[in-house]
C-alpha cells in the first residue's frame, strides 16, 4: 500500500478567561515514515529516506461581543520545517492570523 501515513495527532487545550475570551493552545505531530513501499520509493515527492518527524505549535485567542467574534491566531510558532507524508508541499511556517465573525 502506498503513501500510509506515520502516526500522527493533535492535542489541544483550551480556556476561557469570562464568557466571551477564550484562548486555545494546539500542538500538533507526527512521527517518521521511513516504512516505504516500492511506489513511495519511486515517488519523487518522497525523500529515500522518508519523511521526518516534525512537531507544530499553534495559539489562538477570541473575544465574542454580542454577534462578533474577532480573534488572533499565531500558527507554527517554532517555525518548524515539516511536510505531510507523500504531499510534495512543505508546510507553511510562522504564520499570523486574523479571525472575523459575525453570526447573522
Not at 500510509?4 to 515514515?33: C, D, H, T, W
Amino acid at each position: 500500500m502506498r503513501r500510509i501515513p506515520p502516526l500522527n495527532g493533535s492535542v489541544s487545550m483550551l480556556y476561557s478567561f469570562s464568557k466571551n475570551l477564550e484562548f486555545r493552545i494546539e500542538y500538533l505531530y507526527a512521527f517518521k515514515q521511513d516504512r516505504l513501499s516500492s511506489g513511495d520509493i519511486d515517488d519523487h515527492r518522497i525523500s529515500e529516506d522518508g519523511t521526518p518527524s516534525w512537531s507544530l505549535l499553534n495559539i489562538y485567542s477570541n473575544y465574542s461581543f454580542g454577534k462578533a467574534t474577532v480573534g488572533f491566531g499565531l500558527n507554527n510558532l517554532f517555525n518548524e520545517p515539516y511536510r505531510m507524508h507523500g504531499s510534495g508541499i512543505d508546510g507553511i511556517g510562522r504564520s499570523f492570523q486574523i479571525i472575523a465573525k459575525y453570526n447573522f
